[in-house]
């Protein structure tokens, strides 16, 4: 779908902030259940959003401004929720957790991918056979996509994990902006060079793909200091309790 000019624009950041906030609630609530079940939880929720992301990255969204069309991906705009819920993770539970973090949601998104393979060769009714055309038509794509994806993120989430590390080792407590933008920059990067050229090389014209690569860039970076504020607010609530984190018993 081809948005045009401002109101596409505000149906993009929208759609990032709506994302960002489910995040922010889903780990206000996982905290509510004391720190050994808040990581379950936390890390369940982010393997909930990266098997999202995965059958959102069939859809490409465009924005024109200015006469310039910009193409990128659903899954693209969502994928800065990861961020949010690792850099959370490394901030308050350190990189050993974040790391296992994202291998498991590698393990769920292979998972979700070898299910949804298993229902091609389910039977149908000759009378639902468009129906099941376009199931298949639909879900074609999505293999390579979804692989490509699993293998960025799961590329970038280690990435992450290990700037945030070296970063926090020299800022200490202290400026946690630096942390969080650092990690973002460099994992953004990686993350939409390797996610489009695995994804759709040989797809889609080399114009396409260096546009479809800035554009998740541009994204990205913006997306990276909307996640301040819903760091900054989570670490705000937790320094003062307002999430009553309970000790395991």
Same mark, same amino acid.
């Given at each position: 779908?081809?948005?045009?000019?401002?109101?596409?624009?505000?149906?993009?950041?929208?759609?990032?902030?709506?994302?960002?906030?489910?995040?922010?609630?889903?780990?206000?609530?996982?905290?509510?259940?004391?720190?050994?079940?808040?990581?379950?939880?936390?890390?369940?929720? *982010?393997?909930?959003?990266?098997? &999202?992301?995965?059958?959102?990255?069939? *859809?490409?969204?465009?924005?024109?401004?200015?006469?310039?069309?910009?193409?990128?991906?659903?899954?693209?705009?969502?994928?800065?929720?990861?961020?949010?819920?690792?850099?959370?993770?490394?901030?308050?539970?350190?990189?050993?957790?974040?790391?296992?973090?994202?291998?498991? *949601?590698?393990?769920?998104?292979?998972?979700?991918?070898?299910?949804?393979?298993?229902?091609? &060769?389910?039977?149908?009714?000759?009378?639902?056979?468009?129906?099941?055309?376009?199931? &298949?038509?639909?879900?074609?794509?999505?293999?390579?996509?979804?692989?490509?994806?699993?293998?960025?993120?799961?590329?970038?989430?280690?990435?992450?994990?290990?700037?945030?590390?070296?970063?926090?080792?020299?800022?200490?407590?202290? &400026?946690?902006?630096?942390?969080?933008?650092?990690?973002?920059?460099?994992?953004?990067?990686?993350?939409?060079?390797?996610?489009?050229?695995?994804?759709?090389?040989?797809?889609?014209?080399?114009?396409? !793909?260096?546009?479809?690569?800035?554009?998740?860039?541009?994204?990205?970076?913006?997306?990276?200091?909307?996640? !301040?504020?819903?760091?900054?607010? !989570?670490?705000?609530?937790?320094?003062?309790?307002?999430?009553?984190?309970?000790?395991?018993?």
């Amino acid at each position: 779908m081809i948005l045009s000019d401002w109101m596409g624009l505000v149906w993009i950041v929208g759609t990032i902030l709506v994302s960002f906030s489910c995040v922010g609630i889903g780990i206000i609530i996982a905290e509510m259940f004391g720190r050994e079940h808040a990581v379950l939880w936390i890390v369940g929720l *982010q393997c909930a959003f990266m098997i &999202l992301i995965a059958f959102t990255s069939a *859809q490409f969204v465009g924005l024109v401004l200015g006469g310039v069309t910009f193409v990128t991906i659903t899954g693209s705009l969502i994928y800065p929720t990861i961020e949010l819920g690792q850099n959370y993770l490394n901030e308050f539970y350190g990189a050993k957790v974040s790391r296992t973090s994202v291998n498991a *949601q590698m393990v769920c998104r292979l998972i979700a991918i070898v299910l949804v393979a298993f229902t091609f &060769l389910l039977p149908f009714p000759e009378k639902f056979a468009q129906n099941n055309a376009n199931y &298949l038509s639909l879900n074609a794509i999505v293999p390579r996509i979804a692989i490509a994806s699993i293998f960025a993120t799961w590329v970038t989430g280690l990435v992450m994990v290990y700037v945030y590390d070296v970063v926090r080792k020299w800022t200490g407590e202290k &400026l946690l902006w630096v942390r969080a933008v650092s990690a973002n920059v460099v994992s953004m990067a990686v993350n939409s060079v390797l996610f489009v050229l695995a994804a759709f090389i040989g797809e889609l014209s080399t114009a396409v !793909l260096v546009n479809m690569i800035l554009i998740q860039v541009l994204f990205k970076f913006i997306d990276s200091f909307l996640e !301040l504020g819903f760091l900054y607010g !989570l670490r705000g609530a937790k320094s003062r309790g307002s999430l009553q984190p309970k000790s395991a018993s």
